[in-house]
């Protein structure tokens, strides 16, 4: 079966510009999680989402959100871009929320900010 | 709060030694442990967890309550084992359920011939 999907795969964006970030699960999970990851803090965790609803949310300020679609499908965006959101953000599948042991990673989307 | 330390940035060893990745945690709750890897040019991938108590590509983890750690070792090292290796951390909810997947910042682990 196809693995988790992150779209785009690259991306720049200057300065005070928002983006949108997504991430299509495996076929029947319906958990996904997001997390950033950067050379000098490894991977943080962002949000979770499950059914649509936000069920976990990491320490991150209010610019960064997300939201899952009735498909399983999620996006996360963040607004205001700063420097230091230049980061690999990665998107994690699960049928279930908390069940990390069959949790499938995606490729990244690799953000750049100039 | 869920914490999760990997003391080295860097691990570089010959191969055929044997390596070690230090993980250690604070959780005051029930924890549950993985080893995640990232191969060059790949997705991050669990490589086992502490429950399982299994062996993977050689590589094996105990969980030690009485230190919080879960080191994670392997007698004998390959140079495909080169990776980065990441220790997580997760937590049972008293009324069900678990806590979010809390990372350590990861050993890059080079393994020389």
């Known amino acids: 079966k196809a693995g988790v999907t992150q779209t785009p795969r690259y991306l720049i964006k200057t300065r005070g510009q928002q983006v949108t970030l997504s991430c299509s699960p495996i076929s029947g999970h319906r958990s996904v999680s997001w997390y950033q990851q950067t050379p000098g803090q490894g991977l943080q965790f962002l949000f979770e989402y499950f059914s649509e609803t936000q069920r976990n949310k990491g320490n991150f300020p209010g610019r960064f959100s997300g939201r899952q679609f009735s498909n399983s499908r999620s996006e996360m965006n963040v607004s205001t871009l700063e420097l230091g959101d230049s980061a690999l953000y990665l998107c994690a599948s699960s049928l279930a929320p908390g069940d990390y042991t069959e949790a499938f990673f995606g490729q990244g989307t690799r953000l750049t900010v100039v | ?113």
């Open chain 2, 1 to 113: 709060a869920q914490r999760v330390t990997q003391p080295e940035k860097l691990l570089s060893v010959f191969k055929g030694a044997p390596v070690e990745l230090k993980c250690n945690y604070s959780y005051s709750g029930s924890p549950e442990l993985f080893w995640y890897v990232q191969y060059s040019r790949q997705r991050l991938q669990l490589l086992l967890r502490h429950i399982s108590r299994e062996s993977i590509k050689g590589f094996t983890a105990d969980l030690n309550k009485g230190e919080t750690s879960f080191h994670l070792k392997k007698p004998f090292a390959q140079e495909e084992d080169s990776a980065m290796y990441y220790c997580a951390l997760s937590g049972f909810l008293s009324q069900g359920g678990s806590e979010k997947l809390v990372f350590g910042k990861g050993t890059k682990l080079t393994v020389n011939p």
